[in-house]
């Protein structure tokens, strides 16, 4: 199962204030997500990556929110301005794009809490 | 747009014995994928098992096995021999195959309880 680490494990952010979550996954991986959890509540799709590209985003992922991997490792989700609706649990999740090997696994995610 | 319905919240198991998760979801699509994630206290997401449509066998991952009903859309989870460590979170994820980057959509969760 492929590795995948998220830091800060835990990040408290002022509301207002720009928050980068990072996704360090091992090599080989082609697709990259990134998913939050509201306490208590189920996971949601927030973006999905591909070639260095958003492949699709959902209605949550609005221009508060961007993703990028500037080194060709880390993946980075960016809050510019978080809200106190942004307190959740954020997971990166990685697929290789093997054939017929559609699984995707996930990190350990941050636990953002906004103040 | 597909859905994915967990119609129980908890549930619990006595240790050894045999629990059944339920699952059914909607689509129009025939090409997807099945799985079920376990979500411990940790928060930590970790796939359990997964069943391709395509394919009419169930799916068995140890202790843990799928009775797959395409017809009637339901992705059941079968926890034999439960131990106290399946105490978890448990959701049943549904992917479109379209041979590259899909989102999972997930259902609201059953929280398992395995007692002693």
């Known amino acids: 199962e492929p590795e995948v680490t998220q830091t800060p494990s835990h990040q408290v952010t002022q509301m207002g204030q720009e928050v980068i979550l990072r996704c360090v996954p091992i090599?080989?991986?082609?697709?990259f997500y990134w998913y939050r959890q509201i306490l208590g509540q189920k996971v949601e799709f927030l973006v999905s990556?591909?070639?260095?590209?958003?492949?699709?985003k959902s209605e949550i992922f609005d221009d508060q929110f961007s993703v990028e991997r500037p080194d060709g490792s880390n993946f980075t989700l960016k809050i510019r301005s978080t809200k106190l609706e942004d307190s959740a649990m954020y997971f990166c999740?990685?697929?290789?794009?093997?054939?017929?090997?559609?699984?995707?696994?996930f990190g350990p995610g941050t636990r953002l809490t906004v103040l | 747009a597909q859905t994915v319905t967990q119609s129980q919240p908890e549930m619990s198991v006595q240790e050894a014995e045999t629990v059944t998760l339920s699952c059914t979801y909607d689509?129009?699509?025939?090409?997807?994928?099945l799985f079920w994630y376990k979500q411990p206290p940790s928060r930590q997401m970790i796939l359990v098992i997964r069943?391709?449509?395509?394919?009419?066998q169930n799916a068995t991952e140890n202790r843990f096995s799928v009775n797959f009903q395409k017809a009637a859309k339901s992705f059941s989870l079968k926890i034999s021999d439960s131990q106290l460590g399946d105490t978890a979170m448990y959701f049943c994820?549904?992917?479109?195959?379209?041979?590259?980057?899909?989102?999972?959509?997930f259902g609201k969760g059953t929280k398992l309880t395995v007692n002693p």
């Open positions: 994820a549904f992917m479109i195959d379209q041979g590259g980057s899909e989102k999972l959509v």
């Open positions: 999740a990685v697929q290789t794009g093997q054939f017929g090997y559609n699984e995707q696994f």
């Open positions: 689509t129009s699509e025939s090409n997807y994928y």
């Open positions: 090599s080989n991986h082609l697709y």
């Open positions: 990556f591909y070639n260095n590209e958003i492949s699709e």
């Open positions: 069943q391709e449509a395509y394919k009419q």
